[in-house]
């Protein structure tokens, strides 16, 4: 399995869509669409995030949204292998997820230190989100309070004026 950018493009192959963990793909990218072949021979499925340089609220956001989930999934799979005594093969996946978020911070069109400021915001979004859809907790007004003013400061240093 492998991942790779092209022409502004960040290619993430889905993992069972290609024969397996264990198949080779190889993405061949043709005007805007994606056709990969497995070692199998089979057809693989991609997501394909596309980022402009220009800057655009939307696709910033949802860049900083993707950053989040994977730094999450990274840092939650070792924590239930260590706190919860589930299998030690969950450190391959989040080694993955944690390579695409580093990946993905530097799709961000700002200076690394503004990204880091920003993406804080959106970080503890994903993660109250994350406490009430996969740990079955639901946030409190505090922590919405929180995630509010989090927001205010992500949206501040992450869309001004340039």
């Not at 497995?38 to 956001?61: D, E, N, V, W």
């Not at 860049?63 to 391959?92: F, N, Q, R």
């Not at 406490?131 to 992500?154: C, H, K, N, Q, Y």
Request: aromatic share 10%; net charge positive; charged share 10%.
């Amino acid at each position: 399995m492998s991942s790779g950018t092209a022409a502004g493009r960040l290619i993430l192959p889905t993992p069972y869509a290609c024969g397996g963990l264990g198949a080779l793909c190889r993405p061949s990218l043709l005007a805007a669409t994606l056709t990969t072949k497995a070692s199998s021979g089979a057809h693989c499925r991609h997501i394909i995030l596309t980022f402009a340089s220009q800057h655009h609220p939307m696709k910033t956001l949802l860049l900083y949204i993707a950053t989040a989930i994977a730094e999450i999934v990274g840092c939650y799979l070792p924590y239930l292998w260590l706190k919860e005594g589930k299998s030690v093969m969950l450190l391959i996946p989040a080694a993955v997820s944690l390579a695409i978020f580093a990946r993905l911070l530097t799709l961000h069109p700002s200076a690394a230190g503004r990204v880091y400021a920003a993406y804080g915001g959106v970080y503890i979004t994903a993660a109250l989100v994350w406490l009430w859809a996969v740990e079955g907790m639901r946030p409190t007004g505090w922590d919405w309070a929180g995630v509010s003013f989090s927001l205010i400061g992500m949206a501040i240093i992450a869309f001004q004026p340039r």
